[in-house]
């Protein structure tokens, strides 16, 4: 079968470091992304994972290890607009599956 | 990045009455998108995936005859909730696949509220 799982809720504070973890058991494996997506909106792209290792984009990076099937976002310098859902997603094939996301709220 | 639309963002109708909903990408050739389901606080659900040309591949569970694809042209593709009621009220979102710096990126168009009465 397939599953993702990411925590339901974190909470942080505004200028603070979160990190939020995503393992996953997919039938194929291409690749990881993750998105973050605010209430009434569609997702947007944050990161795609292909290989094992970090990948750092300004105040959000992304880790991968394939062999764990394992990923993780971080962000840093947490700003109160950082307050969102945040989608894991595997592709595999020509699908992409999504986990339930990981609401996070960030308070001053 | 790519840029996907759809239209309408927002759509009310009557339980029985049919709605479509247009899904463009706007600087981009997309041969294959992929349509997907979201209620409220959960995640997105794959329903379908659109193939230019030819017949879209349903999930397991989503009704074919019900939640109509077409993929017409190289930029466009369209759902049809045919004969709606209440609980097909969701947030519908299509998405495509493009190049973006050399890694293939799966990108959203904006959703549609369907409210069903």
């Known amino acids: 079968g397939q599953n993702i799982d990411q925590p339901t809720e974190m909470t942080a504070t505004e200028g603070a470091i979160v990190q939020i973890n995503c393992t996953y058991q997919?039938?194929?494996?291409?690749?990881l992304f993750w998105y973050q997506q605010h209430a009434g909106e569609a997702p947007t792209f944050l990161s795609y994972?292909?290989?094992?290792g970090l990948e750092e984009k300004g105040r959000f990076s992304s880790f991968l290890s394939r062999s764990k099937g394992y990923s993780y976002l971080l962000l840093k310098e947490l700003q109160m607009k950082d307050s969102a859902s945040y989608l894991c997603?595997?592709?595999?094939?020509?699908?992409?599956?999504f986990g339930a996301g990981t609401r996070l709220f960030v308070k001053a | 990045g790519a840029v996907v639309s759809q239209h309408p963002s927002w759509v009310i109708c009557k339980s029985g009455t049919s709605v479509k909903i247009e899904c463009r990408s706007l600087d981009f050739q997309a041969t294959t998108m992929f349509w997907y389901r979201q209620f409220p606080k959960q995640s997105l659900m794959l329903m379908a995936t659109?193939?230019?040309?030819?017949?879209?591949?349903?999930e397991q569970g989503v009704e074919k005859d019900k939640f109509l694809i077409n993929h017409a042209s190289l930029t466009l593709s369209t759902l049809t909730v045919t004969s709606a009621h209440p609980e097909d009220s969701s947030f519908y979102i299509c998405?495509?696949?493009?190049?973006?710096?050399?890694?293939?990126?799966?990108?959203f168009g904006p959703g549609t509220r369907l409210l069903v009465l």
């Open positions: 997919t039938s194929g494996f291409n690749g």
């Open positions: 659109s193939n230019e040309g030819s017949k879209a591949t349903y």
């Open positions: 997603a595997v592709t595999g094939g020509f699908k992409t599956i």
């Open positions: 994972n292909v290989l094992d």
């Open positions: 998405s495509a696949r493009a190049q973006s710096g050399g890694v293939e990126t799966q990108y």
